[in-house]
């Protein structure tokens, strides 16, 4: 069979699953072949050999049944940075730019350091594109899973990146101190009924980093509770919710004592960042 033959089969196989059905197939037999794209466009009448197809028949079967893309691939790219990704990380999303952003906009000075925690770092995406974009910011990454530990690390070693510190364990309590001017989360926010509703697209990720509660809060309401503690007065908390959550991220917010609280919607104009600065309060003790 030629290159065009397959195509053309797994295209047919991918358009149930993907609106991108031959672009996502070309994807994989260059992945197969080693090659580029272009060198499919440019010999589609290459004959394959029975290995070369039955590999790439593999690819395409878990395709077809939802694996994603980034998982098959290894690879996603996030704030122009390629990020490798697993099972064992969330694979990172455009909208959760718009926390990256955000932060930047309210740090624009590069030179100063900064105090920073990005709690549920996954494969380390907004810690580091927060580090690459100001090297000399102080990086604290944290995340309750081992095996995403490690691909942070791995993707900060691949990215140059050295200001980051790793911490395994559960959001606030695993910082090696307080005082941060900034803590940042991409924290899971999908409630119990969404995950019944949808899980055939997020099957194949990690539970644990998108599940959170009868409501999708759990999470959001033990940071928000807890990041007072860690943050200097007058810091920031950035947290990423669902579109639909605003109001009640506000609330909690509101109900803990931050003050200047704002939503900022993501490009598809949906609420998807929600900032609050420290107020001036005596804490409780951090142990």
Not at 67 to 96: C, H, N
Not at 181 to 189: A, E, G, H, K
Not at 214 to 225: M, P, V
Request: proline share 6%; with cysteine; glycine share 6%.
């Amino acid at each position: 069979m030629t290159i065009q033959q397959v195509l053309d089969g797994a295209m047919l196989k991918l358009m149930p699953v993907t609106a991108e059905a031959r672009g996502e197939a070309e994807r994989l037999l260059a992945m197969v072949l080693n090659q580029s794209r272009s060198y499919l466009r440019a010999w589609p009448e290459k004959n394959l050999t029975r290995e070369e197809i039955s590999d790439f028949e593999e690819w395409v079967r878990r395709r077809s049944l939802g694996e994603p893309m980034a998982y098959l691939q290894g690879v996603k790219e996030f704030w122009s940075l390629p990020f490798q990704v697993t099972p064992d990380t969330l694979i990172p999303r455009p909208e959760t730019e718009v926390l990256v952003e955000q932060v930047l906009a309210i740090f624009p000075d590069p030179h100063p350091v900064v105090k920073l925690a990005d709690l549920g770092t996954g494969c380390g995406a907004v810690a580091i594109a927060l580090a690459h974009e100001r090297p000399a910011w102080a990086v604290c990454a944290v995340d309750v899973s081992e095996s995403a530990l490690c691909i942070a690390r791995k993707n900060a070693r691949q990215l140059a990146i050295n200001s980051i510190s790793f911490y395994l364990g559960n959001w606030c309590t695993a910082l090696p101190c307080h005082g941060f001017d900034v803590i940042v989360s991409n924290p899971p926010y999908v409630s119990e009924l969404e995950w019944e509703q949808y899980a055939r697209g997020l099957a194949f990720e990690p539970i644990g980093a998108l599940v959170s509660g009868s409501d999708g809060l759990n999470a959001i309401r033990e940071i928000a509770s807890e990041a007072q503690n860690y943050l200097k007065s007058g810091g920031y908390l950035l947290m990423e919710h669902g579109f639909s959550q605003g109001p009640a991220v506000r609330a909690l917010l509101k109900a803990a004592h931050y003050q200047r609280i704002r939503t900022v919607c993501d490009l598809a104009g949906r609420e998807r960042v929600t900032v609050g600065r420290s107020s001036v309060i005596v804490r409780r003790a951090v142990p």
